[in-house]
């Protein structure tokens, strides 16, 4: 008993500080800051080499991250504001010879355009005493696109920004100020090779309006259309999109329609099998081993084959 007791003394004196260990990690998390909607998000790039390509390494074999070009419209290196969508505008006033050099890296993928964004606001106030808060950096990747000529490059100039923040658990859906991941891919890569996209005509001419021929000295203007997401996961167009192979009128009723020509096909076929092709074979043979179903579908002499949505189609 006394020995029980003593186990049970050890076991609680291990549990407790753990316990008070546990809850001050737990209230430190919640003392870290968080974004508020519309603040303002830097974005930090790898610098490389314009020679090789390769990172930079500093001294003490950390990476060195540098910000974002400047962009002409804002006169400083490229924000997100948290939560607001949009077009972003940067352009970059003047492609310089390195920087020119780097961009046949990226659109070559010999290296990535690989930048980060911190996962929260820097913190501001630090109580005496308090060990400051080590930011954390999601990877948002640059995924340029683009083809390199002798003496210039095309690049896709138009890129979709795809961010993500953690959930929070709430009655209604609601997001945590925290960045969970994020992506930015150029659009239509090649729009340049599209004939006549110069010329006129919606989708085209816009397509063809953010391919860019650049040499260096040229302006590059990127434009971001930036969306925001609650969690880290996608939203689904959930049969409002008609994809290619879908057939034309695919919703509700064409499900429903399918189902019912399906039902019927399978009626039919059971009638005319049972009643034609069954009393025949039973006629002619004991019903052996070998099962006759095998035979009912497909039987039906264009009556109904089963397959009601083909019939639809072909009725389209
Ligand atoms: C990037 O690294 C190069 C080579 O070390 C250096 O000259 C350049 O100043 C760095 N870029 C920035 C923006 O710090
Ligand atoms: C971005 O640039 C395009 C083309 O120059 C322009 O039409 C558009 O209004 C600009 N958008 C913003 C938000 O500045
Ligand atoms: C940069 O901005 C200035 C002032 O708005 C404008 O005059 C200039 O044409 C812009 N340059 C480029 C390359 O867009």
């Known amino acids: 008993m006394m020995r029980q007791l003593q186990h049970l003394a050890t076991a609680a004196s291990l549990l407790v500080p753990a316990l008070f260990a546990h809850s001050a990690a737990a209230a430190s998390e919640i003392n870290l800051p968080s974004y508020h909607y519309g603040d303002p998000i830097k974005v930090e790039c790898m610098n490389r080499s314009s020679e090789t390509g390769e990172h930079i390494q500093l001294a003490n074999n950390e990476i060195e991250w540098v910000p974002f070009p400047v962009c002409n419209e804002t006169q400083k ?6 939560g607001i969508e949009g077009e972003v505008n940067c352009t970059i006033p003047m492609v310089s010879d390195p920087f020119f050099h780097l961009l046949e890296f990226y659109l070559h993928a010999d290296a990535p355009l690989m930048c980060r964004l911190a996962n929260r606001p820097p913190q501001h106030i630090e109580a005496v005493g308090e060990q400051p808060h080590t930011p954390e950096h999601i990877p948002l990747v640059f995924a340029l696109a683009g083809t390199l000529q002798m003496s210039h490059l095309h690049i896709a100039t138009h890129l ?15 997001d945590s100020g925290v960045i969970d991941s994020g992506i930015a891919y150029s659009t239509s890569p090649l729009a340049h090779n599209v004939p006549g996209a110069e010329g006129k005509g919606g989708r085209t001419a816009a397509a063809a309006e953010n391919s860019r021929r650049l040499i260096i000295g040229d302006p590059l203007p990127l434009s971001f259309s930036v ?9 689904k167009t959930e049969g409002h999109v008609e994809w290619s192979g879908m057939g034309n009128h695919v919703g509700p009723s064409t499900v429903f329609y399918s189902l019912v020509s399906f039902l019927a096909g399978l009626i039919v076929s ?18 052996g081993g070998a099962t006759p179903l095998g035979y009912g579908i497909g039987t039906g002499g264009g009556v109904g084959n089963g397959w009601g949505i083909a019939t639809k189609r072909a009725m389209d």
């Open 270 to 287: 059971a009638v005319y099998f049972f009643g034609t092709v069954l009393p025949k074979r039973l006629k002619g043979r004991a019903l």
């Open 77 to 82: 290196p490229l924000e997100f504001h948290y």
């Open 160 to 174: 979709n920004v795809l961010l993500h923040s953690t959930p929070k658990h709430h009655i209604h859906p609601h």
């Open 227 to 235: 969306r925001w997401f609650p969690t880290p996961h996608l939203p």
